[in-house]
């Protein structure tokens, strides 16, 4: 057994091992590291994660076209598409085909029935055609015939922004659950067909994240795979409800112009335990929490295997009474969980990482980079000195971050928008490198954005 000894800093999504079995699904998309684009299923799906995890749903990942073949596609209970196919892909096009048709489920969304361009049999298969599309405002109705159909049953109507699907070639054997005004016309919009023995569940929602968002979007959803898989809904009770107010004080920006912007509220740390996506055979155990470490934004270990957590307060604003500070946790009573948590630097001002080397720390806290150490064995730094300058202040949430010591003895990391001064010219987005003493500042690569994520 894999154990994973992680202090549950924030809530994350996790599968645990609950007794209940588990509706195996996969979600096939793609899409790219930008949450505020459209048709990003890999961005999007995790919004479904919480109310899957509490129906007991276990969700597999992937945009790799070769995952759908039998062999793999029979160990789930159901597929979630939000893709198009393009006009090749026959041959993974018929495995899906053939999935549901032996029984499997399938919910198609949105630009999914885009699919395939104008392949008959994939038509045929999800029920209809994409003809063109608007944009806007809109609250899709339930066909009052079906308001008692599983997938609508606890599921009410809501309005959301989304691209108003138009669609054609619409096939003669669907029970159509839902309908959007089309300029005074019923609009086919969700509907469900079977498929041999298979079941078929369509819906034209899911443009961007502000429809993923929406926590009825997200019942829908999670009812129908339910229904595509034959499955019922088996609680997890260990998986807390999340509970959300209304952001009446604009704590948050609101750069999407949400309505009705809201703040999800706290979760005791135990239950945040049970909230965390694991591989397959680890385990996850709480080792430290609020009060004792509030805002951390990194930790890494010295060669005793002592963890340090960065904890910044200042942050997006710098300061010039830092209030940021590095602290020592310790297990001293050998029960797996910190017990003693010591100040070892403060006086610091929005710290973005941080990594062990020569028996101290390197700290990013742009503009500079500090080397601290304790020389004196009191767990507290008494060397603090600035080995470089030059990062950039202009954009906090992209300056130097995931520091690493590299096996060629020299210190790796991520910069973002904040940069580097370079003095003709600014390194900004991509991973850079230096000596331990700070100097030879080397740019490696370019991602853009406010690349981060690097392992070593």
């Not at 930008?34 to 995890?53: A, C, E, M, T």
């Not at 489920?105 to 038509?123: D, T, W, Y």
């Not at 049970?274 to 004792?292: I, K, Q, R, S, T």
């Not at 005793?304 to 602290?327: N, Q």
Request: hydrophobic share 35%; with cysteine.
């Amino acid at each position: 057994m894999k154990i994973i000894p992680l202090s549950c800093f924030a809530v994350l999504f996790s599968l645990s091992n609950y007794a209940a079995e588990k509706t195996e699904v996969l979600f096939f998309s793609g899409g790219s590291g930008q949450p505020d684009s459209g048709h990003n299923g890999r961005i999007n799906h995790h919004q479904l994660i919480p109310k899957f995890l509490r129906s007991g749903i276990k969700m597999t990942y992937t945009s790799d076209l070769n995952h759908l073949n039998p062999q793999n596609l029979n160990q789930y209970d159901a597929v979630v598409l939000y893709r198009e196919f393009g006009s090749g892909h026959l041959e993974q096009l018929q495995s899906l085909i053939d999935f549901v048709g032996k029984g499997g489920g399938l919910v198609a969304l949105h630009n999914s029935c885009a699919g395939s361009h104008n392949n008959p049999k994939f038509i045929e298969f999800i029920g209809g055609q994409f003809d063109r599309h608007g944009k806007g405002w809109f609250t899709a109705r339930h066909v009052r015939e079906q308001q008692d159909h599983p997938v609508l049953r606890n599921v009410p109507e809501f309005e959301v922004f989304d691209e108003t699907y138009v669609h054609k070639n619409l096939s003669e054997d669907r029970t159509v659950l839902m309908i959007r005004d089309e300029k005074g016309r019923p609009e086919p919009w969700t509907w469900v067909r079977k498929h041999g023995k298979g079941r078929v569940f369509y819906s034209a929602y899911g443009h961007d994240i502000r429809v993923w968002e929406n926590f009825d979007f997200q019942k829908l959803v999670t009812a129908a795979t339910l229904w595509a898989a034959r499955k019922q809904e088996t609680l997890d009770p260990r998986i807390p409800n999340f509970t959300y107010l209304p952001d009446t004080n604009s704590w948050f920006h609101n750069y999407e112009k949400r309505r009705n912007q809201l703040i999800q509220q706290q979760l005791k740390p135990k239950e945040s335990l049970h909230c965390m996506v694991l591989p397959d055979e680890f385990e996850l155990d709480l080792v430290a929490h609020e009060p004792d470490i509030m805002n951390p934004i990194d930790m890494t270990w010295d060669d005793r295997g002592r963890m340090f957590v960065a904890v910044t307060m200042d942050y997006p604003r710098i300061k010039k009474e830092g209030s940021d500070r590095v602290l020592l946790c310790e297990d001293k009573d050998g029960d797996g969980a910190a017990d003693s948590f010591t100040t070892f630097a403060e006086g610091f001002s929005l710290i973005t990482g941080m990594c062990w080397v020569n028996g101290g720390l390197i700290l990013a806290q742009a503009p500079d980079m500090f080397f601290v150490k304790d020389t004196d064995g009191d767990d507290r730094a008494d060397l603090i000195k600035k080995i470089n300058t030059g990062w950039g202040t202009n954009d906090t949430h992209g300056g130097p971050s995931n520091l690493r010591y590299g096996l060629d003895n020299k210190i790796y990391g991520c910069i973002g928008g904040g940069g580097y001064d370079l003095g003709k010219s600014l390194f900004s987005g991509g991973i850079w490198r230096m000596e331990v003493n700070g100097s030879g500042f080397t740019p490696i690569s370019n991602f853009g954005g406010n690349s981060w994520g690097l392992g070593i």
